[in-house]
């Protein structure tokens, strides 16, 4: 009956962040999206990655399409995820954002190939990039339900986990609206326009 009224929760939660990250004006968006990216890339997190494992984002997410492409030009191994199944996601190698293809529900991913398959035991020297439609100072985040990134976490101990956060969507603490469970994994780092959070949770 608890896990029952947290996910009511929860969903209610999802809805009324993704209004409030909806509704964000598009020029503040891109202002802060430029200013995440910047504080990211000027960090030591960055700097000592030689592999970026990061979703791609569309709509109102934050923009990692800057990120992905620097990554690229620096000659990182970068890696976008493809779902498979209920909670199941491959990893691909990309050479450039050229060429992907659109899923189902509208996400473009790339494409499907044996020769681009990324193994995640070779996972090393890796940033991971984890999306969330808000963040807490502790790393717990609020994702979108479908427990890809839950069960892709549990796969990838050891890498640090960052969250791209703009300061609307981050909170003191996500347990105070019940949206944090006991399998929920928090990420190590938010990063933020002019900060970047390291999480004691994680």
Known sequence: MVAQKSTVTKNEMRRVWRKKRDSLDVSLRRAAD??????LHASELWRSATQ?????SVGAEVDTRMLIEAALLEGKTVALPRCVGPRRMRWHTIQSLDGLEQSKWGIEEPPDREETLFDLNQVDQALIVVPGLVFDKH???LGYGGGY???FLTQ???SPTVGL????QLVEDLSVFHCVEEHDLPVEYVVCEHEILHSECA
């Open 34 to 39: 430029e200013a995440i990216f910047s504080c």
């Open 52 to 56: 970026v494992l990061s979703y791609l």
């Open 139 to 141: 790393g717990m985040r």
């Open 149 to 151: 990134y839950d069960t």
């Open 156 to 158: 990838v101990t050891g």
């Open 165 to 168: 956060a703009r300061s609307c």
